[in-house]
T-cell receptor, first 111, second 114 residues
Framework: QKEVEQNSGPLSVPEGAIASLNCTYSDRVSQSFFWYRQYSGKSPELIMSIYSNGDKEDGRFTAQLNKASQYVSLLIRDSQPSDSATYLCAVNTGANSKLTFGKGITLSVRP | DTGVSQDPRHKITKRGQNVTFRCDPISEHNRLYWYRQTLGQGPEFLTYFQNEAQLEKSRLLSDRFSAERPKGSFSTLEIQRTEQGDSAMYLC????????????FGQGTRLTVV
């Protein structure tokens, strides 16, 4: 069983819209959750981290965590063409703080 | 530049050859990770160092793969007798050894085995 699931995608939204990216995880003891952005041919870039239930906002990005439902999401407000990328959900799964990644969701923002 | 640095950025090698990649983490970070990423997939964990100690290795890491971090600073990942299935992006990440901390990736090394 895959530990981190990102099933929706690819996702296409018009410029200025809200993009909603979802992720579920299976390990109930996971404590920290991250969103990485990866442009084609580049390495992952950390954009958000969240550790407790609720919302965390940073500029146009909002991460949402619900540990009871084992669900984490990323909202991108006022989407821009430069937001077009693959978004990777990552979960800390163990004492060594290694990350387990989903396969990613590809977002396309249409001008 | 104080980010994670990887070298080389690209490597093309013939099947059966050995290759070695280098990673220089962010200077104050004592946790170092190697991941491998293939097209359309998220990064997969390979191995983890805390300072110079290799504390965890993935089952994915066959005996052809070896990693070192001799002085707790830079790390090397060697693949012996490369196979076409080893073609992937090899990513290095580092983080602080303080609880639940964020990991930052280097630019990656793209390996192509022909």
């Amino acid at each position: 069983q895959k530990e981190v699931e990102q099933n929706s995608g690819p996702l296409s939204v018009p410029e200025g819209a809200i993009a909603s990216l979802n992720c579920t995880y299976s390990d109930r003891v996971s404590q920290s959750f991250f969103w990485y952005r990866q442009y084609s041919g580049k390495s992952p870039e950390l954009i958000m981290s969240i550790y407790s239930n609720g919302d965390k906002e940073d500029g146009r990005f909002t991460a949402q965590l619900n540990k009871a439902s084992q669900y984490v999401s990323l909202l991108i407000r006022d989407s821009q063409p430069s937001d077009s990328a693959t978004y990777l959900c990552a979960v800390n799964t163990g004492a060594n703080s290694k990350l387990t990644f989903g396969k990613g969701i590809t977002l396309s923002v249409r001008p | 530049d104080t980010g994670v640095s990887q070298d080389p950025r690209h490597k093309i090698t013939k099947r059966g050859q050995n290759v070695t990649f280098r990673c220089d983490p962010i200077s104050e970070h004592n946790r170092l990770y190697w991941y491998r990423q293939t097209l359309g997939q998220g990064p997969e964990f390979l191995t983890y160092f805390q300072n110079e100690a290799q504390l965890e290795k993935s089952r994915l890491l066959s005996d052809r793969f070896s990693a070192e971090r001799p002085k707790g600073s830079f790390s090397t990942l060697e693949i012996q007798r490369t196979e076409q299935g080893d073609s992937a992006m090899y990513l290095c990440a580092s983080s602080l050894n303080q609880g639940l901390t964020e990991a930052f990736f280097g630019q990656g090394t793209r390996l192509t085995v022909v």
